[in-house]
């Protein structure tokens, strides 16, 4: 039986909500802006940073980072860029909140930070260019940009994150257990396939 759902995203495919209705209906933990609560609160970095600068960070390499990722995500020292203290700060979160209750994760690498557990659903959504230009629309309103750009942009910066802390491509079929197109399933059915795999695998 599995305990954690990860859930990877496209920017404006329902992720949040799909991840929340699927955690109340399992009665499980649910994290998402809570972890950037928690990792603002442990580095002093604000959540606004961490959400926009330390989720979307630059393909910059870091070999610090790269030296702390080998002794086993540490308490990141001095010398590593912010957005690598981010990254390790919430790595080590995401562990222990695995090891500490059974819960759906929303972004954050979690899939590769978990890759090793055997209790694990990985999951990724996506959906066509239409139906999430009208869900972005719809929760945030419009903006100076189109919503296409916005759209291209916010994948842009998350793909190159996942590739800078994980080495590999975000959205491939092969890092995850199940891919589904929110906008032809629909979120109500999303959510039950997942509880139904959650609760039978």
Not at 85 to 93: I, T
Not at 115 to 127: G, I, N, P, Q, S
Request: net charge neutral; proline share 2%.
């Amino acid at each position: 039986m599995k305990r954690i759902i990860t859930i990877g995203r496209e920017f404006g495919s329902g992720g949040h909500e799909i991840g929340k209705l699927t955690a109340e209906a399992l009665g499980i933990a649910f994290y998402d802006k809570e972890l950037l609560a928690a990792v603002a609160k442990e580095s002093g970095f604000s959540e606004r940073y961490i959400e926009e600068g330390g989720e979307y960070a630059t393909a910059t390499n870091s070999l610090l980072f790269n030296i702390a990722v080998s002794s086993g995500y540490n308490t990141p020292g001095k010398g590593l860029t912010p957005s690598d203290q981010v990254y390790v700060l919430q790595s080590n979160l995401i562990r222990d909140l695995a090891e500490e209750t059974p819960c759906v994760i929303v972004g954050r690498c979690a899939d590769y930070i978990l890759r090793e557990r055997t209790d694990c659903l990985h999951v990724f959504l996506y959906a066509d260019m239409d139906y999430r230009e009208r869900r972005i629309v719809e929760r945030y309103g419009q903006t100076k940009m189109t919503p296409e750009n916005r759209l291209k942009d916010k994948d842009k910066r998350r793909r190159v994150f996942y590739r800078h802390y994980t080495g590999r491509d975000w959205g491939s079929p092969h890092n995850y257990d199940l891919c589904l197109n929110t906008g032809a399933v629909g979120t109500e059915r999303c959510v039950e396939i997942l509880t139904d795999l959650y609760r039978t695998l």
